[in-house]
């Protein structure tokens, strides 16, 4: 589906609405076409601030919580990204426009292989995603400079500190809130609205 420019600078104002005002994410956001990665009888909603329901109960995150997380996240040119939950593929989308390398995880063969097909539509070719269980990370690849988790943990699974570089972010949620750990500091930075995590993780 080609994107409707006005809906789409619309969807962009409304993201900074909501207070996300990191430039390099909403451009990313921008050049991220969301009808890409949606389930095709939903096209019509992409440009909705809502979630949209994809296989095994999993859903594609709403896109003004996709921003927070990004904007707290806030990936550097040349960082290496895990993503737990690779879902829609849409987030892992949006963050290969802001890091180096992105790898992502999801414990559904089937999301994942519908997400890599549509990662090489794209032609992202610095995405790489893989069948795994979320909570144990992926040391092939690690130390990584940023990590998302996108669903609800009670912790972030040790496993994933283990294999962040020192000077490294995490950004997850839990008890509805969006934390970020950095530095050996974990930020409160207000409510979120995610699922609740599962082992292997499935969202994104």
Do not use: C
Request: no cysteine; proline share 6%; charged share 25%.
């Amino acid at each position: 589906m080609a994107e409707d420019p006005a809906r789409l600078m619309r969807f962009i104002l409304e993201l900074r609405q909501e207070g996300v005002t990191h430039a390099r994410v909403l451009a990313a956001m921008e050049r991220t076409p969301r009808s890409h990665y949606a389930p095709a009888h939903m096209e019509g909603l992409v440009f909705d601030d809502i979630a949209l329901p994809l296989p095994h109960g999993q859903s594609m995150t709403k896109p003004a919580t996709v921003a927070r997380m990004l904007a707290a996240l806030d990936p550097q040119p040349d960082d290496a990204v895990l993503e737990i939950g690779t879902g829609s593929g849409y987030q892992a989308a949006v963050l290969s426009l802001l890091a180096r390398k992105v790898v992502t995880l999801d414990r559904w063969s089937d999301l994942v292989a519908d997400a890599r097909q549509k990662f090489g539509t794209a032609r992202l070719m610095n995405v790489f995603a893989h069948v795994a269980d979320g909570a144990k990370g992926w040391a092939d690849d690690a130390p990584y400079h940023r990590i998302v988790v996108a669903g609800e943990v009670d912790e972030a699974p040790q496993a994933l500190f283990e294999q962040l570089t020192p000077d490294g972010v995490l950004v997850a949620a839990t008890a509805h809130r969006l934390v970020r750990w950095r530095n050996g500091t974990r930020e409160d930075l207000g409510p979120a609205e995610l699922p609740a995590f599962q082992e292997g993780l499935g969202e994104g």
